[in-house]
């Protein structure tokens, strides 16, 4: 068994640093999809100071790491060897399983493939007894609140922003006008979020918290703080209304994106580092039982090693499936009438079922456009901040009230939501931008299914093969990701033919295809 606990040890921790970037590949889409899709900056420079942040976020992140996240079950009622086994069962399966989706350009939670690979895991071993259904409930439950309510906020809040703004985002009078309510509101949201979220265990933040929130109650502040930030935009924009006001919604969005990828940084980290750290220590307190009752579900992380995760999480933001992931979420919203996406042919039947109900109406977004290299701007700079000031308020909300949701559900409702507002939908491929996002939705509820039974099977292999099991499992992760990488390549192939203004993910719109698009070969550039 000594051997068992050390080799798993160390297949823990260097599965810690290729779980830490399959994290960071995979939510890359959630923090500068509204950066780039507005064309505010490249997508290289969107990435480094969202990866910047990442970092920053993770190294500031508690010192106190949860290890059986949201109390999905108990591992002090477990012996060490099958606790061992439950959180190497859940690198083996979550590696895979996040670069995959990566692959396809697939946005998927992490926290919700961690959570149910945890499940899998401990009940294929211990049996249901040891699951916390109530608390997997909680997790389902959420799930459906944050796209619903995500969705909902982002179509009102775009409406009413749109009817203010119109196409009009870069026109002086309309920003003096407009800009200033508005970016009040987006800044005051940020705010809350960062309060409420990104620095929520910080003494000071704490206080004031308890002395301002609760004493005088948050919609008192908040309003206050809008009146606060509306004085000060407004100030600004009329001392600097020769040049500011072309920038200031690119501000927002930008800043909106700094705070998500903040509190990604701090909040996420647990779900790439808290298996393989705490790998390492049951294999550290294998001697002394006290402290392994003690530190079974809490262990202490080194300053240091927050940093290192978080540099790996923020490398995983540079590769190739990340672009796929921002460029495939960028299209489904896309103002663009054609656009280069995959969805199964019963979601995009179902796409035009929904389509049908509606009665027919113009689009509200701004007319397309091409920024000056010839790039497509999928969305305006007031889309844009409406993404992220909304995705980080709804986050917030439900934070500060215990409920568990995802910046992925959250930040890809957004985006769907202000297109249906902005009725993106209304012409072109609009089957298959709805197909799509219908698609992605479905295997958010997909993916939890595969992490039980993966993650199951894993961890009983594991347990009765022992290492044998373990180096079956490595084996079969590794041929695994092969295959998914093959097919992953031939779909982007299919679908999305690079072309080298598209290496950049670039281009002007093309003709159209009546014939061709969205099926199988489409090559229109995103």
């Not at 086994?85 to 996040?98: A, E, H």
């Not at 697939?106 to 690979?117: G, K, R, Y």
Request: charged fraction near 15%.
């Amino acid at each position: 068994m000594p051997t068992f606990l050390t080799l798993a040890m160390l297949i823990g921790l260097g599965m810690l640093i290729w779980d830490c970037i399959e994290v960071g590949r995979n939510d890359a889409a959630n923090l500068v999809n509204a950066v780039f899709g507005a064309r505010v900056l490249r997508r290289r420079v969107a990435v480094a100071i969202a990866a910047t942040a990442v970092i920053l976020g993770a190294s500031s992140s508690k010192l106190v790491m949860e290890t059986a996240r949201k109390g999905i079950f108990d591992p002090t009622v477990l012996t060490i060897q099958t606790a061992m086994v439950v959180y190497i069962s859940v690198y083996f399966v979550d590696t895979v399983l996040l670069y995959a989706f990566s692959g396809f350009g697939m946005p998927v939670s992490t926290t919700a493939c961690l959570v149910f690979e945890l499940v899998g895991a401990s009940l294929f071993l211990a049996g249901p007894q040891n699951v916390t259904w109530s608390k997997v409930g909680n997790v389902i439950e959420a799930i459906i609140v944050s796209i619903a309510i995500s969705l909902f906020a982002s179509f009102m809040v775009m409406r009413v922003f749109r009817g203010a703004i119109r196409d009009k985002a870069q026109d002086r009078d309309t920003v003096l006008l407009h800009g200033p309510w508005i970016a009040g509101a987006i800044l005051t949201w940020l705010t809350w979020f960062m309060v409420a979220k990104g620095l929520g265990h910080v003494s000071f933040v704490k206080m004031v918290k308890s002395e301002v929130l609760v004493k005088y109650g948050e919609w008192l502040v908040l309003m206050v703080m809008w009146g606060g930030f509306t004085l000060l935009v407004h100030v600004l924009l009329v001392f600097t209304h020769r040049w500011a006001y072309r920038y200031l919604f690119s501000a927002t969005a930008v800043l909106g994106m700094i705070c998500m990828a903040f509190a990604f940084g701090q909040n996420d980290l647990a779900n790439a580092a808290s298996p393989g750290l705490s790998g390492y220590t049951l294999w550290a307190t294998e001697d002394d039982p006290d402290a392994l009752a003690d530190r079974a579900t809490l262990i202490n992380i080194p300053i240091w090693a927050l940093f290192g995760c978080g540099v790996l999480m923020a490398s995983g933001m540079f590769t190739t499936y990340a672009q796929r992931v921002t460029r495939a979420e960028v299209n489904t919203g896309s103002q663009f009438d054609h656009v280069a996406l995959y969805a199964p042919n019963w979601c995009r039947a179902l796409a035009r079922a929904f389509l049908r109900l509606r009665p027919p109406a113009p689009p509200l977004a701004p007319e397309t456009a091409v920024s000056e290299t010839g790039k497509k701007i999928h969305y305006d700079t007031l889309r844009a901040s409406v993404i992220t000031g909304v995705g980080a308020s709804v986050i917030a909300f439900a934070s500060g009230r215990g409920l568990p949701v995802s910046t992925t559900y959250v930040a890809f409702a957004a985006v769907l939501g202000t297109g249906l507002s902005d009725r993106v939908f209304a012409r072109g491929d609009a089957d298959l931008k709805l197909g799509r996002a219908i698609w992605v939705i479905a295997c958010w509820f997909l993916a939890p299914a595969i992490a039980v039974v993966a993650t199951g099977c894993v961890a009983l292999m594991v347990y009765h093969l022992s290492i044998a099991g373990m180096i079956a499992c490595l084996a079969l992760n590794i041929g695994v990701r092969y295959l998914c990488r093959r097919r992953a390549d031939t779909h982007e192939r299919k679908y999305h033919t690079p072309t080298p203004a598209e290496t950049a993910m670039e281009g002007p719109e093309p003709p159209a295809n009546p014939g061709t698009r969205g099926g199988p070969g489409a090559s229109n550039p995103g």
